[in-house]
Nanobody, 130 residues
Framework: EVQLVESGGGSVQAGGSLRLSCAAS????????VGWFRQAPGKGRDPISC????????YYADSVEGRFTISSDNDKKSIYLQMDKLEPEDAGVYFC???????????????????????WGQGAQVTVSS
């Protein structure tokens, strides 16, 4: 059974940094994508970033490109989201999600489709004050 547990959320002033961690257990191989999604109050979940564990390709939403970095540790059991130059608009609950993926590169915005992700964590709150 795949389980995902987020940690590292908190409060920070605009311009600051936070690093979110996603502890992944039960992943049977590298044939997964692991994504981060953000849900602001009263809104849906927006895709933020994704990492393909099979080839380490990273994908980012335009709004965070150049400010956020997704990575994993060597054994692919922890996936991180380093968030720099945070803005108030970055605030929300951040969810880690994983899905099976065997089809190579994800073209366009395919990586952001929630339907690709079968497993979800409980979320971590990020607050950014101006």
């Amino acid at each position: 059974e795949v389980q995902l547990v987020e940690s590292g959320g908190g409060s920070v002033q605009a311009g600051g940094s936070l690093r979110l961690s996603c502890a992944a257990s039960g992943l049977s191989s590298d044939a997964y994508i692991v994504g981060w999604f953000r849900q602001a109050p009263g809104k849906g979940r927006d895709p933020i970033s994704c990492l393909s564990l099979s080839d380490d390709t990273a994908y980012y939403a335009d709004s965070v490109e150049g400010r956020f970095t997704i990575s994993s540790d060597n054994d692919k059991k922890s996936i991180y989201l380093q968030m720099d130059k945070l803005e108030p608009e970055d605030a929300g609950v951040y969810f880690c999600a994983a899905g099976d993926w065997l089809l190579g590169r994800l073209y366009g915005q395919l990586w952001g489709r929630q339907s690709l992700y079968s497993y979800w964590g409980q979320g971590a709150q990020v607050t950014v004050s101006s």
